[in-house]
């Protein structure tokens, strides 16, 4: 997986921008956690990774989270909205596209909770 990964990225152009490289959250954070451990840290306890679907969901409460773990006071959020813009619109996928993209997501997102 590890070597599929980075020949993915070695051989796609602008693998960041594509729609797989953004997507594989699980091993973009395993490649931070790697590079911490080189220097001596413990991912475990210096990140806090926050996903948007419970931000867009409770904004205050992911934000009061994010001071308690940073260990300032806990505060009102000021006026949030979201800035995630696709900028483009495309029809509904099939039902069977659906099904085989979260076939082939399921194990990746499993690692990150």
């Keep these: 997986e590890r070597q599929a990964w980075t020949k993915y990225q070695d051989n796609i152009q602008n693998s960041i921008t594509s729609p797989i490289g953004r997507s594989l ?18 991912p475990e306890t210096e990140t806090l990774a926050i996903r948007s679907e419970h931000m867009k969901a409770d904004p205050d409460g992911v934000y009061n989270k994010i001071l308690w773990w940073l260990r300032l006071p806990s505060e009102t959020l000021p006026e949030y909205s979201s800035k995630m813009k696709t900028g483009y619109s495309s029809p509904p996928i099939s039902n069977h596209t659906r099904t085989l993209l979260m076939k082939f997501f399921k194990p990746y997102n499993q690692r990150l909770y």
């Design 25 to 42: 959250y699980a091993l973009q954070l395993e490649e931070w956690y790697d590079g911490l451990r080189q220097i001596g840290r413990d």
